[in-house]
């Protein structure tokens, strides 16, 4: 089970070209979710510079996060004393949790 208070390294890939990787470092998982979905309305405030409000799904954003060169974390386990790595598929399912959770606040 995931804690939601422990260091969390973002490996990001935006395309299958390995110059494209690069990393982003969080306190949290949370703040890792945030950071992902920030890149994302990011991306797409770029690609549509003339619309003020850009509204999304989640499966908008899983479709990005699919199309990504490679996305994965490393989140710390205090117990272990050790980072544990986590894929493509648990961003998705974590970033989707933590959404449904920010849409009943």
Request: net charge positive; charged share 30%.
């Amino acid at each position: 089970r995931i804690v939601m208070g422990k260091h969390t390294i973002v490996l990001f890939q935006e395309t299958h070209s390995k110059n494209t990787r690069t990393f982003f470092d969080f306190e949290t998982v949370t703040a890792a979710c945030e950071g992902i979905r920030k890149k994302y309305e990011t991306k797409l405030a770029q690609a549509n510079p003339r619309v003020k409000n850009i509204s999304y799904s989640i499966s908008d954003l899983n479709s990005y996060l699919d199309s990504l060169g490679d996305i994965s974390c490393l989140v710390f386990n205090e117990s272990k004393r050790a980072y544990e790595p986590y894929d493509r598929t648990w961003v998705k399912n974590r970033i989707s949790r933590h959404l449904n959770q920010q849409a009943r606040r």
